[in-house]
Protein backbone atom coordinates (compact mmCIF):
# COMPACT_ATOMS: atom_id res chain seq x y z
CA UNK A 1 0.00 0.00 0.00
CA UNK A 2 1.83 2.84 -1.25
CA UNK A 3 0.06 6.33 -1.62
CA UNK A 4 -2.62 8.16 1.18
CA UNK A 5 -3.41 11.61 0.81
CA UNK A 6 -5.00 14.36 3.55
CA UNK A 7 -6.56 17.13 3.09
CA UNK A 8 -7.06 20.12 5.02
CA UNK A 9 -9.55 22.85 3.04
CA UNK A 10 -10.23 26.08 2.82
CA UNK A 11 -12.99 25.71 5.54
CA UNK A 12 -10.57 23.84 7.21
CA UNK A 13 -12.20 20.71 6.86
CA UNK A 14 -10.54 17.52 6.93
CA UNK A 15 -10.40 14.54 4.07
CA UNK A 16 -8.79 11.31 3.91
CA UNK A 17 -8.19 10.10 0.20
CA UNK A 18 -6.16 6.62 -1.19
CA UNK A 19 -5.74 3.88 -3.60
CA UNK A 20 -6.88 0.75 -3.38
CA UNK A 21 -3.73 -1.12 -4.21
CA UNK A 22 -1.66 -3.93 -1.43
CA UNK A 23 1.97 -5.23 -2.38
CA UNK A 24 3.46 -7.90 -1.68
CA UNK A 25 6.51 -10.09 -2.56
CA UNK A 26 6.42 -8.37 -5.63
CA UNK A 27 3.30 -8.91 -6.90
CA UNK A 28 0.14 -6.28 -6.24
CA UNK A 29 -4.01 -6.65 -5.85
CA UNK A 30 -6.63 -3.82 -5.83
CA UNK A 31 -8.19 -5.13 -3.16
CA UNK A 32 -7.07 -2.80 -0.16
CA UNK A 33 -9.26 -0.83 2.11
CA UNK A 34 -7.27 1.89 3.86
CA UNK A 35 -9.53 4.87 4.82
CA UNK A 36 -11.21 3.42 7.46
CA UNK A 37 -13.44 4.37 10.50
CA UNK A 38 -12.23 4.11 13.88
CA UNK A 39 -14.42 4.17 16.85
CA UNK A 40 -13.17 6.04 19.95
CA UNK A 41 -15.57 5.60 22.82
CA UNK A 42 -13.85 6.90 26.74
CA UNK A 43 -16.23 6.45 30.18
CA UNK A 44 -15.74 8.07 33.14
CA UNK A 45 -14.48 6.32 35.86
CA UNK A 46 -16.80 4.15 37.44
CA UNK A 47 -19.15 4.63 40.52
CA UNK A 48 -21.00 2.61 43.04
CA UNK A 49 -24.57 2.49 44.11
CA UNK A 50 -25.90 2.12 47.64
CA UNK A 51 -25.50 -1.24 47.92
CA UNK A 52 -21.41 -0.81 46.86
CA UNK A 53 -22.12 -2.63 43.63
CA UNK A 54 -20.39 -0.91 40.46
CA UNK A 55 -22.84 1.24 38.19
CA UNK A 56 -22.96 1.49 34.41
CA UNK A 57 -19.97 3.09 33.23
CA UNK A 58 -21.13 6.79 31.90
CA UNK A 59 -19.69 7.66 28.87
CA UNK A 60 -17.69 10.93 28.11
CA UNK A 61 -16.97 10.39 24.77
CA UNK A 62 -18.18 8.46 21.47
CA UNK A 63 -17.06 9.51 18.17
CA UNK A 64 -15.68 7.83 14.75
CA UNK A 65 -12.46 8.81 14.13
CA UNK A 66 -10.52 8.01 10.97
CA UNK A 67 -7.63 6.17 9.69
CA UNK A 68 -6.04 6.73 6.36
CA UNK A 69 -3.23 3.87 5.99
CA UNK A 70 0.16 3.06 4.07
CA UNK A 71 2.36 0.91 4.21
CA UNK A 72 2.47 -3.29 4.94
CA UNK A 73 -1.20 -4.20 4.40
CA UNK A 74 -0.39 -7.15 6.52
CA UNK A 75 0.57 -4.85 9.49
CA UNK A 76 -1.78 -2.52 8.62
CA UNK A 77 -4.27 -5.12 9.56
CA UNK A 78 -2.78 -6.48 12.77
CA UNK A 79 -2.31 -2.50 14.05
CA UNK A 80 -6.08 -1.94 13.23
CA UNK A 81 -7.13 -5.06 15.08
CA UNK A 82 -5.77 -3.80 18.34
CA UNK A 83 -6.83 -0.10 17.65
CA UNK A 84 -10.37 -1.11 17.28
CA UNK A 85 -10.55 -3.22 20.55
CA UNK A 86 -8.30 -0.65 22.54
CA UNK A 87 -10.38 2.48 21.00
CA UNK A 88 -13.69 1.10 21.78
CA UNK A 89 -13.16 0.90 25.13
CA UNK A 90 -11.17 3.59 27.05
CA UNK A 91 -11.26 4.92 30.26
CA UNK A 92 -10.29 8.06 31.96
CA UNK A 93 -8.86 9.36 35.24
CA UNK A 94 -10.86 10.95 37.49
CA UNK A 95 -11.27 14.82 37.12
CA UNK A 96 -8.89 14.50 33.69
CA UNK A 97 -9.99 15.58 30.49
CA UNK A 98 -8.71 14.28 27.82
CA UNK A 99 -7.35 15.83 24.28
CA UNK A 100 -7.10 14.78 20.97
CA UNK A 101 -3.07 14.55 21.70
CA UNK A 102 -3.34 12.38 24.61
CA UNK A 103 -5.84 10.00 22.20
CA UNK A 104 -2.68 9.85 20.23
CA UNK A 105 -0.29 8.85 22.83
CA UNK A 106 -2.59 6.48 23.43
CA UNK A 107 -1.98 5.26 19.83
CA UNK A 108 1.38 5.53 19.75
CA UNK A 109 1.70 2.29 22.37
CA UNK A 110 0.18 0.44 20.43
CA UNK A 111 1.59 1.45 16.98
CA UNK A 112 5.22 1.63 18.34
CA UNK A 113 4.97 -2.36 20.07
CA UNK A 114 3.36 -3.85 17.24
CA UNK A 115 5.77 -2.31 14.97
CA UNK A 116 8.89 -2.92 16.53
CA UNK A 117 7.63 -6.86 17.44
CA UNK A 118 6.82 -7.46 13.47
CA UNK A 119 10.14 -6.34 12.09
CA UNK A 120 12.22 -7.75 14.80
CA UNK A 121 10.46 -10.99 15.45
CA UNK A 122 9.23 -11.73 11.71
CA UNK A 123 12.33 -10.19 9.86
CA UNK A 124 10.83 -8.59 7.26
CA UNK A 125 9.23 -4.89 7.11
CA UNK A 126 5.47 -5.21 7.92
CA UNK A 127 5.60 -1.21 9.27
CA UNK A 128 2.69 1.36 8.22
CA UNK A 129 2.55 5.19 8.28
CA UNK A 130 -0.58 6.62 8.48
CA UNK A 131 -2.56 9.66 8.92
CA UNK A 132 -5.39 9.81 11.94
CA UNK A 133 -8.09 12.48 13.21
CA UNK A 134 -10.80 12.73 14.61
CA UNK A 135 -12.87 15.79 16.75
CA UNK A 136 -10.85 16.75 20.24
CA UNK A 137 -13.22 15.82 23.01
CA UNK A 138 -11.91 19.25 25.10
CA UNK A 139 -11.59 21.97 21.88
CA UNK A 140 -14.43 20.30 20.16
CA UNK A 141 -12.47 20.88 16.55
CA UNK A 142 -11.49 18.26 14.42
CA UNK A 143 -7.75 17.93 14.43
CA UNK A 144 -5.25 16.07 11.85
CA UNK A 145 -2.55 13.65 12.78
CA UNK A 146 1.00 11.90 11.14
CA UNK A 147 2.51 8.73 12.32
CA UNK A 148 5.05 7.78 10.72
CA UNK A 149 7.93 5.25 11.14
CA UNK A 150 11.32 5.68 10.29
CA UNK A 151 15.18 3.36 10.21
CA UNK A 152 17.31 4.48 12.74
CA UNK A 153 20.93 3.39 13.56
CA UNK A 154 20.97 2.33 17.41
CA UNK A 155 17.39 0.60 17.58
CA UNK A 156 16.28 -0.45 14.09
CA UNK A 157 13.10 1.82 13.72
CA UNK A 158 11.59 4.80 15.57
CA UNK A 159 7.93 5.43 15.62
CA UNK A 160 7.05 9.17 15.92
CA UNK A 161 3.33 11.29 15.51
CA UNK A 162 2.76 14.77 15.52
CA UNK A 163 -0.58 16.87 15.00
CA UNK A 164 -0.79 18.62 11.97
CA UNK A 165 -0.97 22.54 11.78
CA UNK A 166 -4.75 23.78 10.93
CA UNK A 167 -4.01 25.58 7.99
CA UNK A 168 -5.10 24.25 4.43
CA UNK A 169 -3.02 21.62 2.61
CA UNK A 170 -2.63 18.88 1.08
CA UNK A 171 -0.06 16.30 2.63
CA UNK A 172 0.83 12.76 1.67
CA UNK A 173 2.51 9.69 2.71
CA UNK A 174 3.75 6.29 0.86
CA UNK A 175 5.93 5.35 -1.87
CA UNK A 176 3.96 7.50 -4.18
CA UNK A 177 4.25 10.26 -2.51
CA UNK A 178 6.75 11.73 -4.83
CA UNK A 179 4.81 11.02 -7.89
CA UNK A 180 1.49 12.34 -6.38
CA UNK A 181 3.23 15.48 -5.19
CA UNK A 182 4.78 15.79 -9.05
CA UNK A 183 1.80 15.71 -10.16
CA UNK A 184 -0.49 17.98 -7.58
CA UNK A 185 2.09 20.76 -8.69
CA UNK A 186 0.84 21.02 -11.84
CA UNK A 187 -2.86 20.76 -11.19
CA UNK A 188 -4.49 23.36 -11.42
CA UNK A 189 -8.40 23.18 -9.59
CA UNK A 190 -11.18 25.46 -8.00
CA UNK A 191 -10.50 23.74 -4.16
CA UNK A 192 -7.67 21.45 -2.81
CA UNK A 193 -9.62 18.95 -2.32
CA UNK A 194 -10.73 18.57 -6.15
CA UNK A 195 -6.87 19.14 -7.07
CA UNK A 196 -6.04 16.36 -4.28
CA UNK A 197 -9.00 13.96 -5.98
CA UNK A 198 -7.71 14.97 -9.18
CA UNK A 199 -4.06 14.12 -8.51
CA UNK A 200 -4.56 11.15 -7.27
CA UNK A 201 -6.43 10.11 -10.05
CA UNK A 202 -3.98 10.82 -12.61
CA UNK A 203 -1.42 8.70 -10.46
CA UNK A 204 -3.56 5.94 -10.12
CA UNK A 205 -3.87 5.48 -14.18
CA UNK A 206 -0.53 6.26 -14.65
CA UNK A 207 0.99 2.50 -15.19
CA UNK A 208 4.22 2.97 -14.78
CA UNK A 209 3.65 3.93 -10.84
CA UNK A 210 1.97 0.18 -10.87
CA UNK A 211 2.33 0.26 -6.35
CA UNK A 212 -0.65 2.82 -6.94
CA UNK A 213 -3.71 1.71 -8.52
CA UNK A 214 -7.04 0.30 -8.10
CA UNK A 215 -10.52 2.59 -7.32
CA UNK A 216 -9.93 6.05 -5.31
CA UNK A 217 -11.42 5.71 -1.30
CA UNK A 218 -12.35 8.84 0.17
CA UNK A 219 -13.82 9.98 4.15
CA UNK A 220 -14.68 13.43 5.35
CA UNK A 221 -16.25 14.47 8.97
CA UNK A 222 -20.38 14.66 8.90
CA UNK A 223 -22.02 17.57 11.12
CA UNK A 224 -21.61 15.68 14.10
CA UNK A 225 -18.33 14.98 13.77
CA UNK A 226 -17.97 11.55 13.17
CA UNK A 227 -15.70 10.55 10.32
CA UNK A 228 -17.85 8.70 6.81
CA UNK A 229 -15.84 6.72 4.20
CA UNK A 230 -16.93 6.76 0.94
CA UNK A 231 -16.45 4.21 -1.82
CA UNK A 232 -16.70 4.91 -5.77
CA UNK A 233 -19.25 4.67 -8.26
CA UNK A 234 -18.49 4.22 -11.90
CA UNK A 235 -21.49 3.83 -14.12
CA UNK A 236 -23.17 0.66 -12.68
CA UNK A 237 -20.42 -0.34 -10.61
CA UNK A 238 -20.28 0.21 -7.07
CA UNK A 239 -16.11 -0.15 -5.24
CA UNK A 240 -15.56 -0.54 -1.99
CA UNK A 241 -12.07 -0.86 -2.93
CA UNK A 242 -11.72 -3.56 -5.23
CA UNK A 243 -14.78 -5.33 -4.66
CA UNK A 244 -18.40 -4.23 -7.03
CA UNK A 245 -20.37 -4.67 -4.10
CA UNK A 246 -23.23 -4.34 -6.98
CA UNK A 247 -22.06 -7.19 -9.36
CA UNK A 248 -23.70 -10.26 -9.30
CA UNK A 249 -21.81 -12.55 -6.03
CA UNK A 250 -22.64 -9.59 -4.17
CA UNK A 251 -26.09 -8.69 -5.08
CA UNK A 252 -27.83 -11.84 -5.32
CA UNK A 253 -27.00 -12.84 -1.89
CA UNK A 254 -31.19 -13.55 -0.94
CA UNK A 255 -32.46 -10.54 0.61
CA UNK A 256 -29.03 -8.81 1.74
CA UNK A 257 -27.19 -5.86 0.12
CA UNK A 258 -24.66 -4.06 1.34
CA UNK A 259 -25.08 -0.31 2.72
CA UNK A 260 -22.41 2.35 1.78
CA UNK A 261 -21.78 6.14 0.24
CA UNK A 262 -20.70 6.35 -2.86
CA UNK A 263 -18.39 9.29 -4.88
CA UNK A 264 -18.44 9.22 -8.70
CA UNK A 265 -15.13 9.42 -9.94
Not at 212 to 230: A, L, P, S
Amino acid sequence: MTLCVAVIDENESIHMLSDSTATMNGYHSEIAVKVLPARVRIFDPQETNASGDPTVLPTYFDKNYGICFSGSFTGMQILKSYLDIALASIQRWPFYDVSFSDICSYVQNFYDEVCQRLVSELHVDLTVDFFFSGLCPTAKVVKLAQFSISQNKEDGFETRWHVLPPQPSIYEIGNGDKAFRDVLDSTFCSSLLSAAHASLGRVINDPSIRSVGGNIQYGRFDEHGDFETFGRLSGHRYYIGGVDINGRPHSDRNNLITRYSFIES
